[in-house]
């Protein structure tokens, strides 16, 4: 593993399933990040850790949950799905909330809800 | 209620110099970011900038004002290879990174 590294890479669900996107880093980055991005629209926050054992609410976090019970891991689960979640979800991570080095972002992971 | 505003396409040709502007209107601000992003692919950064003047970076360079609340992006002798998506955001006072939707730009023979 180099970076991040997100599972699966694309999914089509059936709404009213659960499912949970992965997440794991090998950087030992203290903070991490779910986003999703849908056309025309800028990355949007879902839920963040800033450290392992914490987790908070990003700008649209209904309907999606978080865990962080290690520095690595930061899977995001949608309890059941609704086809409004369709969108490229990206895990992203850095040294340190707010650090200047910037963001370092997985490959996404593509979800269709039919 | 915190804004980034960035055009949404350009195009220009291959060799030439291009500017990508933003502006924004956010509760604080700790640095703003630029990010890259090919179709299909992740963002990945570009440059940052926390004080007012020019960053240099090879063939990029990014400027910052705070008191206008403004940026561009400055890309020189373009090449194929630049035509992506690129991403303006800001760091506001929670220490969280808001993004504009990106401005996808077009390179042409």
């Known amino acids: 593993i180099a970076g991040i590294t997100q599972a699966p890479t694309s999914q089509i669900l059936a709404a009213g399933r659960r499912m949970t996107l992965r997440c794991t880093q090998d950087m030992r980055h203290n903070a991490m990040y779910w986003y999703r991005q849908d056309l025309g629209l800028g990355l949007r926050l879902i839920h963040y850790s800033n450290t392992a054992g914490t987790t908070g609410k990003g700008e649209v976090p209904d309907g999606y949950s978080v865990s962080r019970a290690n520095t690595d891991d930061f899977p995001l689960t949608l309890a059941s799905a609704v086809p409004s979640q369709t969108s490229v979800y990206f895990c992203?991570?850095?040294?340190?909330?707010?650090?200047?080095?910037?963001?370092?972002f997985g490959s996404g992971t593509r979800l269709t809800v039919v | 209620g915190q804004n980034i505003d960035q055009p949404t396409e350009m195009t220009a040709t291959e060799g030439a110099i291009v500017q990508i502007n933003c502006t924004y209107q956010?509760?604080?601000?700790?640095?703003l970011f630029w990010y890259q992003q090919h179709a299909g692919e992740a963002p990945t950064f570009l440059s940052y900038?926390?004080l007012d003047g020019l960053e240099e970076k090879g063939r990029f360079s990014s400027f910052l004002s705070r008191s206008k609340g403004y940026s561009y992006l400055l890309l020189k002798e373009l090449q194929m290879k630049d035509s992506a998506s690129y991403l303006c955001a800001v760091l506001d006072s929670n220490y969280q990174l808001i993004w504009g939707a990106g401005t996808k730009l077009i390179i042409k023979p």
């Open positions: 900038n926390v």
């Open positions: 992203a991570s850095s040294t340190s909330p707010g650090q200047g080095a910037g963001y370092t």
């Open positions: 956010t509760s604080g601000f700790n640095g």
